[in-house]
């Protein structure tokens, strides 16, 4: 239910592929409000869909000043990004966050006891964030135990994002938006201003589409950076 609201803040008109977006957009503001408020959804209706142009632009600068990315793949408009809705909508997603990244094990016994495992986007950027901000204790002052090559670079590498079939290159931009907004929560690089958003748990399995995790990478980037009860 709370990709409804997003799914109606792009377009109220567009035929989705997930029938609940289409019934939410149906139903009249007054209804549409009091389902959010009977499913306990902490935000409301948005009406000026530019707000969400300007939540990608607050990353897109924070990503640049915090090097997980060397340059922005958000130019003309995000144009890589809205074409996940635009083009591929009904386009299936086998793993919203494969585990593909490899990263420093701190521990040399868990290393030992687990000498291929690999780590999602999210934990990356995590750890390479501290060796960008050196913010944690235990590693501040050995920088070789963090991942050190940007994120984006590292999925570059998998992909070849100048040459993929586009397709691949707006998954794995929602993917990098997605992961770097909960990098910079957990480093305390956005203000904590409307925490009750993260009760807004979409599920394991809800992410079937294009369609789907675009409009989950816009509630992410909207409840970093909007001020929430200003907008409501």
Known sequence: ????????????????????YNRFNRCTEEVQIEILRHQNIPIGLIKDKSVLDKCLDAFDKQALETELWERSWLYEGGKYFHRALDYYREMEVDDDNPHIFEIPRLNETLAKAFPDFKADLTLYMDRYLEFVL???????????????????????SFVGVGS????????????????????????????????DWRQLNI????????????????????????????EN
């Open 1 to 20: 239910m709370p990709l409804s609201v997003f799914a109606n803040a792009v377009s109220p008109y567009a035929a989705n592929k997930r029938q609940i």
């Open 134 to 156: 050196r913010d944690q204790d235990d590693t501040k002052d050995s920088p070789e135990k963090l991942p050190q090559i940007p994120p984006f670079t590292v999925i570059d």
């Open 164 to 195: 993929c079939h586009e397709p691949i290159l707006c998954f794995w931009i929602m993917r990098f938006i997605t992961s770097g907004c909960l990098a910079f929560w957990h480093h305390k690089l956005v203000a904590d201003r409307d925490a």
């Open 203 to 230: 599920g394991d399995g809800v992410i079937e589409t294009y369609e789907d995790m675009y409009y989950d990478t816009l509630m992410m980037v909207y409840t970093t950076y909007a001020n929430i009860k200003e």
